[in-house]
């Protein structure tokens, strides 16, 4: 008997194996939630195996056979890639999907500028974008559900290599009329005795906290918050200091909060933001046009960087 089944039909299931959801799976693959019920059932049906346990109002959970079947998914998929990659390298062309991850909490501010010029540059390339915390990043990398990411060197696993872009020296996030506003610096030592609002996420929060544990100090942390746009928000609205690695083009929070951005003094150890790719690959064509555009639009901007204040962010990334 042969089996009829489509990449197309093993993309929908990777997707909805990873969101646990028909409807983000659709978002994610850009086609309509009954399009990806209808491929889920297809495989179901022509396999013989249930692949999911629907659960209402709870979303779907693979069984052991449609975990299974989602790893093999996946290899399916990247072996069928190799046939873009290899028609690449042998006309030249530079087409086809490209899955490229970003740390939340500057991918709002660098993602949607560097996609625009590179799509502009490239419009054979399907561009697929992902915002994770530095955590998922490292793993997707690893599953080969992301061709390459763009994050900071936190823990780089040696599995993995990092290609330096920018580097981010620390500053404090003040509200205009914090008593340390409208200073050229200030040191960790003056901001220990303020409240402070911890970017709480993976890597990240342990970065900032060592910035007071190597001066022997420790911060008055009064909230904790994961989410970026939270924490400026909160900090316009007194009710702390915060630290970032990337200034933001606005001084004002979402809310219309006025900021305050001050260096931090000393020597500070800084954040690198650079590219993340798995050791000893060979990156396709594509992947190795993206790597040299983001390497010349970066490292062009400079210590400038018109990003969204901040490293690491959840799932809209780490720092």
Do not use: W
């Amino acid at each position: 008997m042969v089996l009829r089944f489509t990449l197309r039909q093993l993309e929908y299931l990777v997707a909805v194996g990873e969101y646990g959801s028909v409807t983000e799976a659709a978002e994610r693959v850009n086609v309509s939630a009954p399009s990806v019920s209808a491929a889920i059932s297809q495989l179901e049906r022509e396999f013989g195996i249930t692949l999911f346990v629907r659960r209402h109002a709870h979303g779907l959970s693979l069984t052991q056979a449609g975990r299974s079947f989602v790893e093999q998914a996946r290899h399916v998929l990247g072996e069928a890639a190799k046939f873009n990659a290899l028609s690449n390298e042998l006309t030249g062309q530079v087409r086809g999907p490209l899955h490229v991850a970003c740390l939340v909490t500057f991918a709002q501010a660098v993602i949607p500028a560097l996609r625009r010029a590179f799509s502009d540059a490239y419009p054979d390339v399907d561009f697929f974008q992902y915002e994770r915390d530095h955590a998922r990043i490292l793993e997707g990398l690893r599953m080969a559900r992301f061709d390459i990411a763009l994050s900071y060197d936190l823990d780089i696993p040696a599995d993995m290599e990092f290609h330096e872009l920018a580097v981010l020296p620390p500053y404090a996030v003040l509200h205009e009329d914090h008593p340390l506003a409208g200073r050229p610096e200030v040191t960790v030592e003056e901001l220990a005795a303020h409240p402070m609002i911890l970017l709480d996420l993976p890597y990240s929060s342990a970065y900032f906290l060592s910035l007071f544990r190597e001066a022997g100090l420790a911060p008055h942390i009064v909230e904790r918050t994961r989410d970026m746009s939270v924490m400026r928000a909160m900090v316009a609205n007194r009710f702390g200091y915060s630290i970032a690695n990337i200034r933001p083009v606005s001084t004002y929070a979402l809310d219309g909060g006025r900021l305050n951005f001050v260096s931090l003094a000393g020597n500070l150890r800084p954040m690198r933001m650079g590219i993340i790719a798995m050791r000893g690959a060979s990156p396709a064509l594509t992947v190795r046009r993206f790597i040299d555009f983001c390497s010349e639009r970066i490292r062009g901007m400079g210590m400038d960087l018109p990003v969204c204040a901040d490293d690491t962010q959840e799932e809209k990334g780490t720092s």
